[in-house]
């Protein structure tokens, strides 16, 4: 175990639900036809920000009417979304293989998605009262998300990023990888080789390698694709690479997917915070050996 191990940044500190956290990959901007927008086809999303109040990252806390979503983005006015359940539901809502209804955020968030991509938008919110979306079974069966791609939490490592970056011409941030767990304190990479962890009371399954799509390529201050870091993970951190005897020869790799193993039932929500150590309980030998 490694205790030396800290979760350095956290971005959605509640755990509730079937084991993700309170507010993340929870809304989704779609077209017209209901199908997800995503920074792949639409860079732009990149500038796009978020506030959420303080208090929502409180333990319990349920908001009231007055509790917004706060979203702004280059040359829009700020838009406010009612934390509270939105009443309409918008049928024939789609993010790779799934699709199902979803609570409908209104016009007035249409009309400023609308506005801002150049073409006709919704955005929604999942309705976990109604819909189930299950993560791959092949990887961990009896599990769910929300919006997010496959799986609940990616987490990746300070040591990772700054390996990577001893290798590129002009280092890249963090936010390039989108993890929604951050820890410092390990080896380069080590992260491949965790099958299970512990963070606070809870324990975290990795499930498989997070491959990588275009977005890191993008820029998340000015909307803007390059080659890298894709360009130096495919020398150094692809499939061939990593697992030269495995399939999928051509992905590249950066982080590592995980799920709770704790199937987290309704009440009162579970806290996990920054600076709590992480205990590796689990762990493969080499790259070759995890799942991908």
Wanted: hydrophobic share 40%; glycine share 6%; with cysteine.
């Amino acid at each position: 175990m490694h205790p030396s191990l800290l979760l350095v940044l956290l971005f959605f500190p509640s755990l509730q639900g079937p084991g993700w956290f309170r507010w993340d990959r929870q809304w989704l901007v779609v077209n017209q036809r209901g199908r997800a927008y995503t920074q792949r086809v639409e860079p732009k999303l990149a500038l796009v920000e978020v506030n959420l109040p303080a208090e929502a990252f409180s333990e319990g806390w349920e908001p009231t009417k007055t509790s917004y979503l706060e979203i702004k983005a280059p040359g829009m006015d700020l838009l406010k979304i009612s934390l509270c359940k939105p009443p309409k539901v918008s049928d024939g809502v789609s993010v790779w293989e799934w699709s199902g209804s979803a609570l409908d955020e209104g016009d007035e968030a249409s009309k400023w998605f609308t506005n801002y991509l150049g073409k006709p938008s919704r955005m929604v919110r999942f309705n976990a009262a109604s819909e189930t979306r299950p993560v791959n079974p092949v990887y961990a069966q009896g599990y769910s998300i929300m919006f997010s791609d496959m799986f609940p939490f990616m987490l990746a490592s300070q040591g990772s990023l700054d390996e990577l970056n001893k290798l590129l011409k002009e280092p890249v941030p963090m936010n390039r990888f989108r993890p929604n767990i951050l820890v410092d304190g390990c080896e380069p990479f080590s992260e491949d080789l965790w099958t299970e962890i512990k963070i606070s009371q809870f324990s975290f399954q990795g499930v498989r390698l997070c491959s990588r799509c275009k977005v890191p390529t993008i820029n998340q201050d000015t909307a803007i694709a390059g080659p890298e870091p894709n360009e130096t993970l495919m020398k150094n951190r692809s499939g061939k690479v990593l697992r030269p005897d495995k399939k999928q020869q051509g992905e590249i790799y950066f982080g590592q997917n995980m799920v709770c193993k704790e199937s987290l039932t309704e009440g009162k929500a579970k806290l996990v915070k920054v600076g709590d150590p992480i205990f590796v309980l689990q762990k493969v030998s080499t790259a070759a050996e995890a799942v991908a």
